[in-house]
């Protein structure tokens, strides 16, 4: 069944033309349809409820300081947390120190990693005025040897996630991604804004093309404002790119890569998940949270988490607001139990449900 209500567009996108798998170097994907990482969200608990929906082809975790990585400390430990069942997994790592990016990629090689990617794209302020992120676009020079020491480093696939440039004035993307594939790296995934846009505006597809254009064999990935499968059609056939990573996109639909492989395989798709669904996916979400992190952690950290999903399913607000004032697994259980007994307000538990939008940063991105 064609689910159109919820695209952009008013057009069904045709299914895609055949297409040669997505490698990145070694590394034969399954999907060209990749979760993106997303600071305090892209843990463990969601990256398995992605992955048993299907249709996912590598997950990447949370960006990672590669400092604190070496330094096995607790928060580092969390991030990287994996498990059978979560693989492919990729990592993304931040920092400006080549040696000790080279030496956390080693680490995280022995590990098992399935790739190890470099974060160029962070726009916040406490990661760009140490050098890291966003910031190492407009250092070309020592950008280019840092990503060199790391491909030397191990022989798992590198790859880099960066924005076009850090303003209009500097977009940089294309020439950089040409040199990172002089450099061996296996793919660019690219954020279709720059560091001065922060998540404003729309995401510029053409600016995505050029860096296509630019290289010769490495696939680019393409990322920004993909919310559905119309939106994940415009990307492929604007740009040329050859996979999508989404991230806010799976967070307010976790079926969409699902979706986009079947799609893909016949030209039509299932609809997202109905009130059922979303509350099975969502119980299934916190138990993993739980098993985790604990109880007196995880009820707290699944909140936002939780809010989005029950405001999509229609569930009225004083329910939302206790289930928001849980504080233990039985709590929560019991205001889930009163959720699934109230049913959607005003819709039936198999319709479709509202269009879910995941808050995004305001305000300047010096202040984030």
């Known amino acids: ?32 349809f990749l979760l993106s990482p997303l600071a305090g969200y892209t843990n463990l608990p969601f990256r398995l409820v992605i992955r048993e929906l299907g249709g996912v082809g590598l997950c990447t975790t949370d960006l990672v300081n590669a400092r604190g990585l070496l330094a096995q400390t607790p928060k580092t430990c969390e991030l990287t947390e994996t498990c059978p069942g979560d ?15 080279a030496d956390a990629a080693r680490l995280l090689e022995r590990r098992g990693a399935a790739a190890v990617d470099i974060n160029m794209g962070c726009p916040v302020d406490k990661v760009t005025r140490c050098g890291a992120g966003a910031s190492m676009m407009v250092r070309p020079d020592d950008t280019a040897r840092l990503v060199e020491t790391v491909v030397r480093a191990v022989k798992i696939p590198v790859t880099v996630k960066m924005r076009l440039g850090w303003d209009d004035a500097s977009i940089t993307a294309p020439r950089l ?13 690219i954020h279709g804004r720059t ?6 505006g729309t995401v510029n597809r053409e600016g995505i093309r050029s860096v296509v254009e630019a290289v010769r064999t490495i696939p680019v990935i393409g990322n920004g404002d993909v919310r559905t499968v119309a939106d994940a059609a415009r990307m492929l056939e604007e740009t040329g790119c050859a996979g999508v990573s989404i991230g806010r996109g799976a967070l307010a639909n976790p079926w969409i890569f699902r979706q986009l492989a079947a799609w893909e395989a016949t030209g039509s798709w299932p609809p997202a998940g109905s009130f059922d669904e979303r509350l099975a996916l969502f119980r299934r979400q916190l138990e993993l949270r739980i098993a985790q992190l604990g109880p007196e952690r995880a009820i707290p950290s699944i909140r936002p988490t939780a809010h989005w999903h029950l405001k999509a399913m229609r569930v009225p607000a004083a329910l939302r607001n206790r289930y928001q004032q849980a504080r233990t697994p039985a709590e929560a259980a019991r205001v889930l139990a009163e959720i699934e007994e109230h049913g959607p307000q005003g819709a039936s538990r198999t319709s479709m449900l509202p269009d879910l939008a995941i808050p995004v940063p305001r305000g300047p991105v010096e202040h984030w």
């Open 177 to 189: 991604a040409r040199r990172f594939e002089s450099a061996g790296v296996a793919a660019v995934a």
């Open 1 to 32: 069944m064609n689910d159109s209500s919820t695209d952009t567009a008013n057009a069904i996108p045709p299914r895609p033309a055949p297409r040669p798998p997505l490698r990145f170097g070694t590394l034969m994907l399954e999907s060209r």
């Open 195 to 200: 560091r001065a846009q922060g998540f404003s």
């Open 87 to 101: 693989e492919p997994l990729a990592v993304q790592i931040f920092g400006h120190e080549p040696q000790v990016m």
